[in-house]
Antibody, heavy 118, light 110 residues
Framework: QVQLQQWGAGLLKPSETLSLTCAVYGGPFSGYYWSWIRQSPGKGLEWIGE???????NFNPSLKSRVTVSVDTSKKQVSLKLYSVTAADTAIYYCARNHKYSYGQDYWGQGTLVTVSS | IVLTQSPGTLSLSPGERATFSCRAD???????LAWFQQQPGQAPRLLIF???TRATGISDRFSGSGSGTDFTLTISRLEPEDFAVYYCQVYTGSPSSMYTFGQGTKLEIK
């Protein structure tokens, strides 16, 4: 059974860098796109970006200038960095696996609440 | 692409039929349309992809339909565990490859 386990700092100050990692267990890693999605009360679900195991990336244009996503295939991990955070970046952040043959995300991590506050 | 879901809240009783609407502001391929269910405190769960194909393990009480700008998720007979928030999502390939979600419809017990 595929499981995604994510971790990272939950409390940040404005201007700091959000850093999260997601590890994949119980299933294949290569050949899939892996997405980062966040959810805040004010903006609902927002897709941040995706990375394929090969390293190819796509990003939400609204966040592209502040986001990097990386992959470590040997560890079956994907990582997210969001720079220069503000209170508006406070949200639950999820990693998720994109459906291999269609669109949408078929497996999700448990979510990490990240709060940005001075 | 902007997705607008209606209604914002749906109040029904177990055993009734639920219908959720998702409208796009421009035509989208049905291949790119998905539906998710989210229970409180949990991550979203994929229900439907390709507008009408049930994801693995999803009950046949859930069905999706639609094309162009109008898509529908139907739950034929509500069970207690179905009361949750439902989101539609679309993938767009240009000008930027990205996903967009609707704002969600909350299904509550009447």
């Amino acid at each position: 059974q595929v499981q995604l386990q994510q971790w990272g700092a939950g409390l940040l100050k404005p201007s700091e860098t959000l850093s999260l990692t997601c590890a994949v267990y119980g299933g294949p890693f290569s050949g899939y796109y892996w997405s980062w999605i966040r959810q805040s009360p004010g903006k609902g679900l927002e897709w941040i970006g995706e990375i394929k195991s090969s390293g190819r990336t796509n990003f939400n244009p609204s966040l592209k200038s502040r986001v990097t996503v990386s992959v470590d295939t040997s560890k079956k991990q994907v990582s997210l960095k969001l720079y220069s955070v503000t209170a508006a970046d406070t949200a639950i952040y999820y990693c998720a696996r994109n459906h291999k043959y269609s669109y949408g995300q078929d497996y999700w991590g448990q979510g990490t609440l990240v709060t940005v506050s001075s | 692409i902007v997705l607008t879901q209606s209604p914002g809240t749906l109040s029904l009783s177990p055993g009734e039929r639920a219908t959720f609407s998702c409208r796009a502001d421009q035509s989208v391929s049905s291949t790119y349309l998905a539906w998710f269910q989210q229970q409180p405190g949990q991550a979203p769960r994929l229900l439907i992809f390709g507008a009408s194909t049930r994801a693995t393990g999803i009950s046949d009480r859930f069905s999706g339909s639609g094309s162009g700008t109008d898509f529908t998720l139907t739950i034929s007979r509500l069970e207690p565990e179905d009361f949750a928030v439902y989101y539609c999502q679309v993938y767009t390939g240009s000008p930027s490859s990205m996903y967009t979600f609707g704002q969600g419809t909350k299904l509550e017990i009447k």
